[in-house]
């Protein structure tokens, strides 16, 4: 890697190769020599940047993290147009990518991993599920704010359902994402009853 490349580029760099030996290989071909010879550079490179692999490997969950409280903005933006069920499908087909489900795998996968991670962000649950599950518990609580769901709906019930549904459906497919109609469908029956309940 040439001198004077800036940190952030070197990161994200280093980033980028690690979601591509996830997506290739799984969460156990994930080691600093892969990553760097994905990356094409030195194995130095990730210890300048980083205390130690898991460091590393903190860095990149967060940075995934930080997409969702991305995605947790729009989707709340989009509170009050469209349909609430079209508007989750969107958003779970948006969160479940396959880097994401990739990257759920990982946390999983490294107990190691966990353990930092809780140490900074001290919640239960798999880190990027927990923080998906907040994001579309936001979205639903601003929809039963404005009347187009149940008033009494449980809207982080209906979270964690989402999520885990959400989060089976992605996981299950190899290579593909599961098709649009699979993920309405499971959309439209978990919030059917709240949904309902509001038009009585």
Request: glycine share 6%; proline share 3%; charged share 40%.
């Given at each position: 890697?040439?001198?004077?490349?800036?940190?952030?580029?070197?990161?994200?760099q280093l980033f980028d190769a690690a979601e591509r030996v996830l997506l290739r290989d799984g969460a156990h071909a994930l080691t600093s020599r892969a990553v760097t010879a994905e990356a094409g550079v030195a194995k130095g490179v990730l210890h300048r940047h980083f205390a130690d692999f898991d460091d590393f490997l903190v860095?990149?969950?967060?940075?995934?993290?930080?997409?969702?409280?991305?995605?947790?903005a729009a989707l709340r933006a989009s509170a009050g147009t469209g349909s609430v069920a079209g508007n989750l499908t969107g958003a779970l087909t948006d969160l479940?990518?396959?880097?994401?489900v990739a990257i759920v795998s990982l946390v999983i996968f490294r107990d190691e991993l966990r353990t930092r991670l809780r140490r900074t962000r001290p919640t239960q649950g798999i880190p990027v599920l927990t923080e998906a599950a907040a994001m579309i518990a936001s979205y639903l609580r601003d929809?039963?704010?404005?009347?187009?769901?149940a008033a009494d709906a449980d809207v982080e019930a209906l979270a964690l359902s989402l999520i885990g549904a959400g989060h089976l459906l992605f996981a299950g497919q190899e290579g593909a994402p599961p098709e649009m109609e699979a993920i309405d469908k499971v959309v439209t029956t978990v919030i059917a009853d709240v949904v309902q309940r509001r038009l009585l």
């Open positions: 890697m040439p001198t004077g490349v800036h940190i952030r580029d070197a990161r994200q860095e990149l969950v967060r940075d995934r993290i930080a997409r969702v409280d991305d995605q947790a479940f990518d396959s880097v994401a929809e039963r704010d404005m009347g187009r769901i």
